[in-house]
């Protein structure tokens, strides 16, 4: 996936709007009524264009849907979306949780909370500077060990 703008990161802790909501039709686990309501306090309040967040997080996972890919996106989102001690409290049952809930078509719905564990560690060790992120010629985030 490309790589979040920290308006859209913030969008999304704010609002709980999420790829699944779009996905799912799952409004009511947010404050908007629908996705017209939802772009408009996005661009009006955050700046962001609902459709650019929307294309980064699901037309682009069709291309994406690939087991490497995937871990790539758990790891860059985990990283995103939560400090290292909230990582290192996590468990793999909440981590897997939080991916379900964030992505479900083409993302993480079957995967396992080992999986997810493998993504809290690889996260961690952003933190840590034992690995770091690059940007594939495509744009895609992915990671590497340093």
Known sequence: MKR????????VKETKFTPTVYQCDQYY??????????????KEKYGV??????????????NDADAISLDYVAIYLL???????ELEKMTPKEAL??????RYYFGFRKWAEQDA?????DAIAIYDGAAEFYDQPDGNVWCREK
């Not at 979040?4 to 969008?11: D, G, H, Q, S, V």
């Not at 990283?79 to 001690?85: G, P, R, W």
Request: zero cysteines; glycine letters at 0%.
């Open 79 to 85: 990283y995103s979306f939560f400090t290292k001690d």
């Open 49 to 62: 264009d609902l459709d650019k967040f929307i294309a980064k997080n699901i037309a682009a996972s069709l």
């Open 29 to 42: 686990l947010t404050s908007f009524d629908d996705y017209t309501d939802a772009a408009k306090v996005a």
């Open 4 to 11: 979040l703008t920290p308006e859209e990161i913030k969008f």
């Open 117 to 121: 564990a493998n993504a809290i560690y």
């Open 97 to 102: 949780s939080w991916l379900m809930e964030y």
